[in-house]
């Protein structure tokens, strides 16, 4: 399955994702302006497939966020642990801002691989994680 990349969002779509948000970041969960909100789009998974739902690809950030998700180089499960944060109504608001359908069938037997990893992770050790050295 082919994978949008995040120029699928434009910026109309962009600004009703934060709105959704309340600008608030998905990290700190500070309010911010909208200029200061930025989309980041996830590293492909450890497997290589990435989800066919828009909404797992991507975290809406405050810019000092964004700033050390990257200076941090945060791994794929702890930034897929932040999106699974996200109330399913987000969830939802998203998909249908970025006009997603999700297929109503799921083969039976595909493990999600991450999943495990994310386990494997609570909020503190993230919080942990950020201020740790
Ligand atoms: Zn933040
Ligand atoms: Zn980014």
């Given amino acids: 399955m082919s994978v949008p990349p995040i120029s699928m969002v434009n910026l109309d779509?962009?600004?009703r994702i934060k709105r959704a948000f309340s600008c608030c970041c998905?990290?700190?969960?500070?309010r911010s302006r909208e200029s200061g909100l930025e989309l980041h789009l996830l590293p492909p998974r450890p497997s290589g497939q990435n989800s066919p739902d828009p909404q797992k690809r991507l975290?809406?950030?405050?810019?000092p966020c964004h700033r050390d998700l990257h200076?941090?180089?945060?791994?794929?499960?702890?930034?897929i642990y932040l999106?699974?944060?996200?109330?399913?109504?987000?969830?939802?608001e998203i998909r249908k801002i970025?006009?997603?359908?999700p297929a109503p069938y799921t083969a039976p037997?595909?493990?999600?691989i991450p999943q495990i990893y994310e386990d494997c992770f609570s909020l503190r050790?993230?919080?942990?994680?950020?201020a740790g050295g």
């Fill in 98 to 101: 970025l006009e997603y359908t």
């Fill in 109 to 112: 037997g595909e493990f999600d």
């Fill in 71 to 79: 200076a941090l180089s945060l791994p794929y499960p702890l930034q």
């Fill in 59 to 63: 975290l809406l950030l405050c810019i």
């Fill in 83 to 92: 999106v699974r944060f996200r109330p399913s109504f987000l969830r939802l």
């Fill in 26 to 30: 998905e990290w700190c969960g500070k």
């Fill in 13 to 15: 779509q962009e600004k």
């Fill in 125 to 130: 050790s993230l919080d942990l994680f950020r």
